[in-house]
């Protein structure tokens, strides 16, 4: 999966700094997304393979805008395990609730606003996605949930408490 070239990796880094290092996309290493996987885990790996897709596709695309939606793409805030602190419909709602807190946090444009709002298609079947950068995040996600969720459980101490979250300071 990580198959980044050395300029790719340094473009790849240099793009998703201003994001890990904000305090609130820091905050979602505390919450569980899949198995032991934190949500910040989880958005780090979608953003990886899809920019590494898009670059072994050959095609042209943003890369600001794709690494952007990728990593706000879940950016709800909220343990969607906690029932006393998720928000309702969190399976068909939560890409508005990122969508809604990445315009707040960081203002981002309206392509990257697509790309989150469409991420989980086909949930609900009428939010597709529109355009290159957001079908690979969709298809990445989906990737990267299947192989946390059925190659990456583990257990510590009985709970499924995340592990250490990527770049953590
Ligand atoms: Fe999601
Ligand atoms: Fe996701």
Sequence with gaps: M??????QRREFARIAAPYLANDQVRSMSGFVQHGS???LDHVVRVAR???????VLGITFNAEDLVAGALLHDFYLYDWHDRSTSK???ATKHPLYAEENARRVFGVNEHVASIIATHMWPLPPDRVPRSREAWIVTAADKWCSLQETLLMRHTHGGTNRPRPAVERR
Excluded: G, L
């Design 2 to 7: 990580n198959t980044m070239t050395e300029q």
């Design 37 to 39: 996987i934190s949500t």
């Design 49 to 55: 393979a899809s920019y590494t897709w898009a670059c």
């Design 88 to 90: 309702p419909n969190h």
